[in-house]
Nanobody, 117 residues
Framework: VQLQASGGGLVQSGGSLRLSCAAS????????MAWYRQAPGKQRELVAS???????DYSDSVEDRFAISRDNAKNTVDLQMNRVKPDDTGVYYC????????????WGQGTQVTVSS
């Protein structure tokens, strides 16, 4: 499975940004798709995840500002980031787990998001 993320960039505090990720190289609908982020000097953390059945999970820090969505037919996942804050700055990674019965997973290459104050 290959993941191609796009949409990162520089945005002002309070603004919006949309990240997109496309999974290719597999004929199955990805069971779980997610976005992680890693801020400078910090560990990588889960931002949001979404199963193929529509069950979502969000980090407390973004739950009322970000929205994750996906297109199961295309194996794409988006992250709509609203009312961004400087603390949202980091490298955002797309992650997928293809099936529920196997634990293997894949990471995308990361896209930089920088929020200016």
């Amino acid at each position: 499975v290959q993941l191609q993320a796009s949409g990162g960039g520089l945005v002002q505090s309070g603004g919006s940004l949309r990240l997109s990720c496309a999974a290719s190289g597999s004929s199955v609908t990805m069971y779980l798709m997610a976005w992680y982020r890693q801020a400078p000097g910090k560990q990588r953390e889960l931002v949001a995840s979404l199963t193929s059945g529509g069950v979502s999970d969000y980090s407390d820090s973004v739950e009322d500002r970000f929205a994750i969505s996906r297109d199961n037919a295309k194996n794409t996942v988006d992250l709509q980031m609203n009312r961004v804050k400087p603390d949202d700055t980091g490298v955002y990674y797309c992650w997928v787990r293809p099936t529920v019965w196997r634990a293997n997973s894949y990471w995308g290459q990361g896209t930089q998001v920088t929020v200016s104050s």
